[in-house]
């Protein structure tokens, strides 16, 4: 399928929306905003809004999942039909959902210390109020600060952030027309303080050499992320009113 | 600085706590000779070189001899399946009900039903099987009457106090009974019903709090600004 013209970066290294090449785009961090959920965060990045809610550890259902070893995580990453721009969604799960899902669960599974509650789970919901490029790795970002908030043991928090190509210059933080129209995107997960990577995916082509530069742009864009993350985490808690309830 | 925190700061899993010689308590993660919070915390500084981490939010987690109050979710053939509020569902048998030979061919819905609360003791638990409770004990079994206070199982311990001296407090003051389960239940006893109401409302504010210095003085000091906002009305 042949690619419209469209200019993603102009001569003196400005991108479609004004930002430089190592320029996240606005980005703030909510945690504890459900009253329901155990834990729960919201991320808003660039033109993304995603809420994430967490509920555990539980007892598993149905029982035989159980793991006798370890707590059972499980993800849902889901786009509410709204979320995108072209035609409505489907509700149901696509297959792109179910992979996102999966990776997700992964990238988050090396931060906890799933062992500390054996024979039980915690659910991870994900919904992705609007979406504009790099949900996952903005999802993981909040899916993180949530974990934390419902009080689940962890080594460090997670941040994603994802880095890509568009006329042959590597970018930080592809927006929806960046990934579509650009010549690859990596999302990548990472704990900053322990400098561990739990996600790396890629599509399209990068050299050796890219993927170095790659690696060291994400890390100084995830320390911003992280910075946030624990705000959100300590704001949400150091102000801690006493519950006054209204009725 | 051995400790790199402040008294009272919100700490996020992975922060930096510590490092060398200094004591930190509660869920921390020790790489070397660093400290790491593990859990969403509040940061106590107990000693210019002790550290206490208070999480904000944790399930509760049966340990062997915690006095329990549960909710029967479910009657079996022998055995009851008891809600303690926890991720493990805890079970309670016939045989800890009553004493030996078990009265045979009974329904053990007679004695207990679902949507009743007893007050249990856990018997064993390791995390390989569900916690196992006990009621043979005096003060335990069925409760019958009361308020019910539900707070965070992390902090049920300022319920009880030093030596148990906040329960002293509350009784003596206003002549009730309390339970308090290690895994976040308070059940308050009390003959007159305003005074019921007064208990539970020192029990839920003292636990809403993350850290209480003194829980003692606080559960007095709540008391008397009720107590004389009654007067004035």
């Not at chain 2, 509760?60 to 079996?76: F, N, Q, R």
């Amino acid at each position: 399928m042949e690619k419209a013209n469209v200019k993603l970066l102009t001569e003196d290294g400005r991108r479609i929306d004004g930002r430089g090449l190592n320029e996240l785009r606005k980005f703030r961090v909510e945690a504890g905003v459900l009253k329901n959920a155990d834990g729960s965060a919201y991320i808003e990045l660039g033109r993304n809004k995603i809420m994430v809610a967490v509920y555990g550890p539980k007892e598993v259902h149905p029982r035989h999942e159980a793991l006798p070893d370890r707590m059972l995580l499980r993800c849902r990453y889901s786009m509410l039909p709204f979320s995108v721009a072209d035609e409505r969604k489907s509700p149901s799960p696509t297959r792109r959902e179910v992979e996102i899902s999966k990776v997700i669960r992964e990238a988050l599974e090396p931060a906890i210390f799933l062992e500390e509650y054996p024979r039980t789970s915690t659910d991870v919901f994900i919904e992705v109020i609007e979406a504009d490029g790099s949900t996952r790795v903005a999802s993981i970002t909040a899916a993180a600060v949530a974990l934390a908030d419902a009080g689940i043991p962890m080594k460090d928090l997670v941040v994603g952030v994802s880095i890509g190509k568009i006329e042959g210059r590597l970018a930080i933080d592809l927006s929806g027309i960046e990934d579509q129209r650009g010549e690859g995107d990596m999302p990548i997960a990472l704990m900053p303080r322990l400098n561990e990577i739990t996600l790396l995916q890629a599509d399209g082509s990068f050299s050796r050499d890219e993927i170095a530069q790659a690696l060291q742009m994400v890390r100084e864009a995830a320390i911003k992320l992280y910075e946030e993350q624990r705000r959100a985490l300590k704001d949400r808690y150091s102000k801690l009113p006493v519950e006054v309830e209204i009725t | 600085m051995p400790i790199h925190v402040s008294g009272g700061q919100v700490i996020v899993p992975g922060e930096f706590v510590a490092e060398g010689s200094c004591e930190v308590m509660g869920p921390h993660i020790i790489s070397g000779k660093r400290y790491y919070a593990k859990v969403l915390s509040v940061a106590v500084i107990e000693k210019p070189k002790r550290v206490r981490l208070i999480p904000l939010k944790r399930r509760y987690i049966p340990t062997e001899g915690d006095l329990v109050v549960g909710k029967i979710i479910d009657v079996g053939p022998t055995y009851w399946l008891v809600d303690i509020n926890s991720p493990y569902t805890a079970f309670l048998q016939v045989s800890e009900v009553f004493p030996r030979p078990a009265p045979k061919e009974r329904d053990l819905s007679e004695i207990f039903q679902v949507g009743d609360l007893v007050a249990a003791k856990v018997l064993s638990f390791d995390f390989s099987h569900d916690p196992l409770l006990t009621v043979k004990e005096s003060k335990l079994g069925k409760i019958e009457k009361g308020l019910l206070v539900e707070v965070a199982s992390s902090r049920v311990s300022r319920v009880i106090g030093k030596k148990g001296q906040v329960i002293d407090y509350l009784r003596s003051i206003l002549n009730v009974e309390l339970i308090v389960g290690r895994n976040g239940r308070v059940v308050v006893m009390g003959s007159e019903p305003e005074r019921e109401a007064l208990a539970a409302y020192v029990v839920q504010r003292l636990c809403a709090e993350p850290y209480v210095a003194d829980p003692l003085e606080e559960a007095k000091k709540l008391l008397s600004r009720q107590l004389t906002r009654g007067e004035s009305t």
